[in-house]
Nanobody, 126 residues
Framework: QVQLVESGGGLVQAGGSLRLSCDAS????????MGWFRQAPGQERDFVAA????????YYADSVKGRFTISRDNAKNTVYLQMNSLQPEDTAVYYC???????????????????WGQGTQVTVSS
């Protein structure tokens, strides 16, 4: 019903920036909360950021707060993750996700989301 495609990943040096995009098809994202998760080699899939369906509220993992910014443009059916001051510890596959019934106590949990993108690799070199 919803297809999500991430883009914008790549290789950057420590201190650099990237902006990830998540483009949706199948139906509008206007009624979905959106999240970004990441999974580093040998680690669990960790919460990065989330945004409510109308963009009124954003949520961040402590590890990225102040460096990353999540935003959305419902008219374009797109969600963004601006990543600044990247560090090698940010290296991971980044996934975009959409959820229809998210609440503040569940939006940090990966299996609370209904749809997922294929992921995009972010590699930060030191």
């Amino acid at each position: 019903q919803v297809q999500l495609v991430e883009s914008g990943g790549g290789l950057v040096q420590a201190g650099g920036s990237l902006r990830l995009s998540c483009d949706a098809s199948g139906r509008t994202l206007s009624n979905y909360g959106m999240g970004w998760f990441r999974q580093a080699p040998g680690q669990e899939r960790d919460f990065v950021a989330a945004i409510t369906w109308n963009g009124d509220n954003t949520y961040y993992a402590d590890s990225v707060k102040g460096r990353f910014t999540i935003s959305r443009d419902n008219a374009k059916n797109t969600v963004y993750l601006q990543m600044n001051s990247l560090q090698p510890e940010d290296t991971a596959v980044y996934y975009c996700a959409a959820g229809s019934r998210l609440i503040v106590t569940t939006l940090r949990i990966w299996n609370s989301y209904d749809y997922w993108g294929q992921g995009t690799q972010v590699t930060v070199s030191s």
